[in-house]
């Protein structure tokens, strides 16, 4: 695990994205890349899965993808 | 790669099937 991560996946961290804009899993997937946080990418999936069902957040399908979003 | 960024997204859609 490299001591010089400069991203952490966290609840807070996507819940601040979620607040400022509709995301899909992708677009999260992109904020928290594997070469910036240290994880892998199984530990990425599954912590990330773990937030999103714990932050439970509302649902919205923009050009037929499903996007996550958290309102203020 | 995008190829990579594909399959995890793929894995964590998988991983919210039920719960969405």
Redesign the interface.
Known sequence: TPSSSDVHLTEEAVRRYLIRKPMTTKDLLKKFQTKRTGLSSEQTVNVLAQILKRLNPERKSIADKMHFYIKQ | SSS??????A???A??ND??
Do not use: T, V
């Open positions: 990579e960024a594909d399959e995890m997204a894995a964590l859609d991983e919210l719960f969405i």
